[in-house]
């Protein structure tokens, strides 16, 4: 496990609301135009007429939501090997020390007071940086 993937969690939890976004998207595209017509009666002078409708989008957007939904299934996929690599540490307080920095998305300070330690995060901090250089998981 290494810091860069770790700080990327946090990216990539709103990545993963972006493109829940992107996927609800509506498919209603309302279009117009105008088109030259005639009166019904003599002497037939001719005057524009604008047309509305919906424009069906169907097959460009089913291919967009797909593009998205596998964008999405990566993007949940690396946030889940985190999650696991996370829940894999045998060490209880590094567990809650990188959950709490990382997943929770706290600065060290609130870690430090989650924790019950007194102080500015500093030494929660020091023991995740040793953890990640020491870390035999990767």
């Known amino acids: 496990m290494d810091k860069q993937k770790l700080e990327q969690l946090h990216h990539l939890n709103r990545e993963i ?6 996927i609800n998207i509506t498919s209603d595209v ?9 009166s019904k009666g003599f002497p037939y ?6 047309i509305t409708g919906i424009e069906d989008c169907s097959k460009k957007l089913k291919r967009l939501k797909k593009q998205l ?16 690599q996370i829940g894999e540490i045998p060490d209880s307080e590094m567990r809650q020390i990188l959950t709490l920095r990382y997943i929770n998305n706290l600065t060290w300070q609130q870690v430090a007071i989650r924790m019950g330690t007194a102080g500015d995060g500093s030494t929660e901090r020091k023991k995740c940086d040793r953890f990640l250089n020491i870390s035999p998981i990767s």
């Open 45 to 50: 002078t001719q005057h524009l007429v604008i």
């Open 69 to 84: 939904y596998r964008r999405l299934q990566e993007v949940m996929d690396n946030v889940d090997e985190i999650n696991e």
């Open 17 to 22: 609301e972006l493109l829940r976004r992107q």
């Open 30 to 38: 309302m279009v117009s135009d105008s088109v030259t017509a005639s």
